[in-house]
C-alpha cells in the first residue's frame, strides 16, 4: 500500500481451505477480531470482485473499521482468513503496496505542506502515479495548490485524502468514510470519482453511514451489527426482503383492532408529528404481486365501511428501514 504506514510483509500464500473466490480482488472468510477478551468481529465472509464496489454499513462499533483495517494490513486476524488477490495483506507484503490503497477515518497530512507539496510527496513513492495537475482536477483543489494543508477546511482535506488514495493508480481501494464532512456538492463530485474508479475496474471496499451513498454506489452491501453481518445481497435483495409498506392515517373513529388482517402483512401503529399511523409491512414470495394481494382488500374494506384512507401511501421498504430493523436486532439474515 502506497501510504505512509508501509511496512515488510510476508509473501504471498494461497487460499487455505480454497473456499474463497479465486476471481475475487477481496476475500474474507470466517474472519474473527478480538481485543483482549472482547470479540469485536464475529465471523464475517464476503468478496469483492475486481469492479464492483462493496459497502459495509453498520451500527457503531459493529465492527467495519477492525474488518478494513484487517485488510489493509495492519492487524492479523484471531482466526479466519482475509485475502487481497489471493495474498495475506498482513503487514502490507511489497506485492500488494502498489496494488492497494486506502482513505483511512483520520488522515495522516502534514499541515506544514502546501497541498502541491503534499501531492508531490506521494508521487515521489510510487511507481506510476497520476499527474499533479490529475490529483488537483480530481479532487477540485487546483486553486488551492499553494496554500498550506492546515489551511484547508475538513472537507477539502477528505478530498485530498481520496486524491493521494487515487494517486498510485490501485486496484483495490479501501474507503473508510470517505466524505464524512464533506458538503452536498462535493459529496456528489467525490461519488462521481468513485463510481468511475470502479467502473475502470478497481475493487472498492467502501464504509460509510451515509446510507444514500451506499444507496448510490454500491453493487452489493453487508450491514454488520455487533460483529455480525446480519443483511447481505445487492440493494434490491436487502430492500425486497424487508417487505412493503402500505401506510396511512389512523382513522379517527378507527380502533386498532378493528383493521382487517391483509394477506402476508403485519400492522403496527407508529406516531408521526403527533398522528397516528397505520403501517402493514407485506411481505411473501411473489415480490411483484405481494403489495397489489394486500391492497385489494384493504381498499375493499373501507369501501364496505365507507372509511377514506387518508393520506394512502405504498412504498418498498428503504435501506434505512432495513438498517432501523438490523440496529433493533430485530433482522435476520438475508444473503444475496
Ligand atoms: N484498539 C481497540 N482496543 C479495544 N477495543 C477496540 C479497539 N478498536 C476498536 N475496538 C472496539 O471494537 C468494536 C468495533 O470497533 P470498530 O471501530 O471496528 O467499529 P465500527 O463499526 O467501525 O464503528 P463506527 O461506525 O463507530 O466507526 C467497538 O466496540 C470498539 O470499541
Known amino acids: 500500500m502506497s501510504t505512509a504506514q508501509q511496512s515488510p510483509a510476508p509473501a504471498s500464500d494461497a487460499h487455505p481451505g480454497g473456499d ?9 472468510r470466517d474472519l474473527r477480531q478480538s481485543y483482549g477478551d472482547f470479540e469485536a468481529v464475529k465471523g464475517v465472509s464476503f468478496d469483492v470482485a475486481p469492479g464492483e464496489l462493496f459497502a459495509l454499513l453498520g451500527t457503531n462499533g459493529a465492527g467495519k473499521t477492525t474488518t478494513i483495517e484487517t485488510l489493509e494490513g495492519f492487524r492479523r486476524p484471531t482466526s479466519g482468513t482475509v485475502r487481497v488477490f489471493g495474498t495475506d495483506p498482513y503487514g502490507q507484503p511489497p506485492a500488494l503496496r502498489e496494488r492497494m490503497n486506502a482513505v483511512l ?15 508531490d510527496l506521494s508521487r515521489d513513492l510510487c511507481a506510476d502515479p497520476l499527474s499533479r495537475d490529475e490529483v488537483l482536477g480530481l479532487t477540485g483543489l487546483t486553486d488551492k495548490a499553494r496554500i498550506a494543508v492546515r489551511q ?16 498510485p493508480q490501485p486496484e483495490v ?97 407508529e406516531m408521526r408529528q403527533e398522528e397516528a399511523w397505520v403501517s402493514y409491512t407485506v411481505r411473501g414470495e411473489d415480490t411483484e404481486g405481494r403489495a397489489h394481494g394486500a391492497l385489494a382488500p384493504l381498499l375493499a374494506w373501507a369501501e364496505v365501511h365507507s372509511i377514506t384512507l387518508h393520506r394512502l401511501e405504498l412504498r418498498s421498504a428503504s435501506l434505512e428501514d432495513v438498517f432501523l430493523s438490523v440496529a433493533d436486532g430485530a433482522s435476520d439474515l438475508v444473503s444475496g
Open 105 to 119: 477515518q483520520h488522515s495522516g497530512l502534514f499541515g506544514e505542506l502546501t497541498v502541491a507539496e503534499t501531492i
Open 173 to 269: 481501494l479501501f474507503l473508510d468514510e470517505p466524505t464524512t464532512g464533506m458538503d452536498p456538492e462535493a459529496r456528489r463530485e467525490t461519488w462521481t470519482l468513485i463510481a468511475d474508479l470502479v467502473a475502470d475496474g478497481v475493487a472498492v471496499l467502501l464504509t460509510t453511514h451515509y446510507l444514500e451513498e451506499a444507496e448510490r454506489l454500491a453493487d452489493r452491501l453487508a450491514i454488520m451489527h455487533r460483529g455480525e453481518v446480519k443483511v447481505a445481497g445487492t440493494l434490491r435483495e436487502v430492500v425486497v426482503g424487508h417487505g412493503d409498506r402500505i401506510a396511512f392515517r389512523l382513522p379517527a373513529d378507527v380502533r386498532f383492532d378493528d383493521l382487517p388482517q391483509l394477506p402476508g402483512a403485519t400492522a403496527e401503529v
Open 20 to 28: 474463497g473466490d479465486l476471481g475475487a480482488a477481496i476475500s474474507v
Open 152 to 167: 484547508l477546511s475538513g472537507g477539502q482535506k477528505r478530498r485530498l485524502d481520496l486524491g493521494l488514495a487515487v494517486l
